[in-house]
């Protein structure tokens, strides 16, 4: 196989590309903003004067000469502080679900695609079984069995989010096994796990890496609407989602509320979207968009 | 093939008997007893023992399981612990409210998804990436908060159309078109929300298929053989591009399902998540049972039809020999 492109260090096509350099941009920023929270906010549990600066709009200066970029909610509480203390919450939980699902995943989906006998009608089955449990009733329990967390959450969201890359890399993987290339291999005498990991394996990874990063982008959404249910990161702990369900009873008075984590919530999931796809492109570059 | 397909069908019900028994187990392992809720908190507990044996849940769980199974089976789904009335009524009534707005956003978003993305793949430019930057947003955009922020818009500022429930309170006194016209009046603000978050996501892949297959050989040879753009692009780019998207179709069912309960919960309509939702709080097991087995049902069959429809559009897949040419 060819050196990866990552390890290409002249190679700064890929940094041309509008998409990874916005893709990458936000989410750095982002990803900055997250670990560096404590010297761009104040911790909104640390706030206080609940009554004096309720409601504020954004770009306003309380009376005790704080400025609140974004505004203030019905506890007075800085609206952009929050947000950049749910940064951390919310990208977490996604990139550490969508991790522990593509793992599975792809472990499923090539094994039952390779091996078609028992065993992949075994994982499909699995697969199906899995993919039939309603996820949100599945949520509302396991919430409820215990004790609603961002490592349930993360939990939850991995287990219940592999089997759509397993269906993906399990239908590429039989298509690929089909092909004259791989057959080719298999009368040059390479044998069973080799010829999964050497020749079908790296061509059904596309789908793989454009569903991982759809996944992180989908993980954080799921979290946020864990959360909004109130069966996720549970208040005052600040997620993208519990602020947004918070902004939802002001929604006619203070509409910053609800709207600011909204849009960051899209922004983020634009990033790692548009970030998959050059990533796909650049992997692939016979089929260059 | 047929064969196969009776050996999946077959899974298929073992898939639904799984889902079954393992929620059965699963709701009773959570804390949280429908009697106790049902008596209250001042109860003797002696009128809690009382209420137990008479839901039959002092009896073991395998027992439990052997009559709850049989009955249900037999088409007996009880009545709910939570509001007595039968499960099988409560079920009928929401599903039409669900399977409409799920099922018509479901058409509309890939009918729309379908167009906007086979228009993306054949005219690129500017045209392209001004849709890609549309449909990516669209994909990110959340239900629930584009659900909130179409509101707060239609209902709160412009007082267009209403955010709650599926008919006005006065729907019962209007007459015909009026009648009409208030259902779609409140279908339109959950509907509109569930295609545009489906409509990213399909019309992205459609375009991706298509781009995917346009290099294939057997697309230059249609066009060497001077086929016209139109029909490049439908019978050999697009029905081939198709078949990852009739996968997608399957697996976006219980996507969908999931993503109506939270449409539900923010319009107030009175489907089959609302009830979920309800009934999973108020742990009242036979409801969410029924809506469980129903809805674990629907996304087996749902798989059914995209595994029968992408045999149907990809012979390879049909053929026990793999065919060469055609990448």
Excluded at chain 1, 171 to 187: K, M
Excluded at chain 1, 236 to 263: C, E, K, Y
Excluded at chain 2, 244 to 268: N, Y
Aim: glycine letters at 10%.
């Amino acid at each position: 196989m060819e050196k990866h492109w990552l390890l290409r260090a002249r190679d700064s096509s890929f940094l041309r590309d509008p998409r990874a350099r916005f893709g990458m941009a936000v989410l750095l920023l982002a990803l900055l903003l997250a670990l560096c929270a404590p010297l761009v906010a104040v911790d909104p549990s640390l706030q206080r004067d609940i009554v004096a600066t309720r409601f504020l709009p954004p770009l306003s200066t309380d009376q005790h000469g704080t400025f609140h970029l974004l505004g203030t909610d019905r506890f007075g509480r800085d609206v952009w502080a929050r947000l950049v203390f749910g940064a951390r919450v919310s990208l977490g939980v996604g990139l550490l679900a969508v991790l522990l699902s593509v793992a599975i995943g792809l472990a499923v989906g090539a094994a039952a695609g390779f091996w078609q006998g028992r065993v992949g009608i075994t994982l499909l089955g699995l697969t199906d079984f899995a993919l039939a449990l309603p996820r949100v009733v599945l949520l509302l329990l396991l919430a409820s069995l215990w004790q609603p967390s961002a490592a349930l959450v993360i939990m939850v969201l991995g287990l219940t989010g592999w089997m759509t890359i397993a269906r993906l890399v399990h239908s590429e993987v039989r298509t690929l096994a089909a092909r004259p290339f791989v057959e080719s291999a298999v009368a040059l005498g390479v044998r069973g796990p080799r010829v999964l990991v050497r020749h079908i394996l790296p061509n059904a990874l596309t789908p793989v890496i454009v569903a991982a990063a759809l996944g992180v982008g989908n993980a954080i959404m799921l979290e946020a609407g864990l959360s909004f249910l109130g069966l996720g990161v549970q208040p005052p702990t600040p997620s993208w989602g519990n602020l947004i369900a918070s902004g939802r009873d002001t929604l006619v008075n203070a509409p910053w509320v609800a709207t600011a984590p909204g849009v960051a919530l899209v922004l983020v999931v634009v990033a790692a979207t548009l970030l998959g796809d050059a990533v796909r492109d650049r992997l692939d570059p016979a089929q260059r968009r | 093939m047929l064969r196969t397909f009776v050996r999946r069908a077959l899974a298929g019900m073992a898939v639904v008997m799984g889902v079954v028994t393992l929620m059965f187990f699963l709701i009773r392992m959570a804390p949280g007893d429908p009697a106790l809720l049902l008596v209250g908190p001042t109860a003797t507990p002696e009128q809690l023992v009382a209420q137990r044996e008479a839901l039959g849940l002092d009896r073991p769980l395998p027992d439990q399981y052997a009559t709850w199974l049989s009955r249900f089976l037999r088409g007996d789904w009880g009545s709910s612990i939570a509001t007595g009335r039968p499960v099988r009524a409560m079920v009928s009534a929401a599903w039409p409210a669900t399977v409409s707005l799920v099922g018509l956003s479901l058409v509309l978003s890939y009918v729309i998804g379908i167009i906007v993305g086979a228009i993306q793949a054949t005219r690129g430019g500017r045209l392209d990436t001004t849709l890609s930057v549309v449909t990516v947003t669209l994909f990110a955009v959340p239900g629930y908060w584009l659900g909130l922020m179409l509101v707060m818009v239609f209902t709160y500022w412009m007082r267009a159309l209403p955010a709650f429930g599926a008919a006005g309170l006065d729907a019962d006194f209007l007459t015909g078109w009026d009648r009409v016209a208030d259902r779609l009046r409140h279908l339109a603000l959950p509907l509109t929300t569930l295609t545009l978050i489906g409509l990213g996501g399909t019309a992205r892949y459609v375009r991706g298929a298509m781009l995917d297959v346009r290099n294939a050989p057997h697309v230059a040879i249609a066009r060497a053989k001077g086929l016209s753009p139109l029909q490049v692009v439908v019978r050999h780019v697009l029905r081939n591009a198709l078949v990852p998207v009739l996968t997608l179709l399957g697996l976006s069912l219980p996507a969908l399902f999931s993503g109506a309960v939270f449409i539900e919960a923010i319009f107030a309509w009175p489907g089959v998540g609302r009830i979920m939702v309800e009934a999973v709080g108020a742990r009242d097991y036979p409801v969410i049972m029924a809506a469980t087995a129903v809805s674990a049902t629907l996304v087996v069959l749902g798989n059914l039809m995209a595994e029968a429809l992408t045999a149907w559009a990809d012979p390879r897949l049909r053929a026990a020999e793999p065919s060469a040419g055609a990448a």
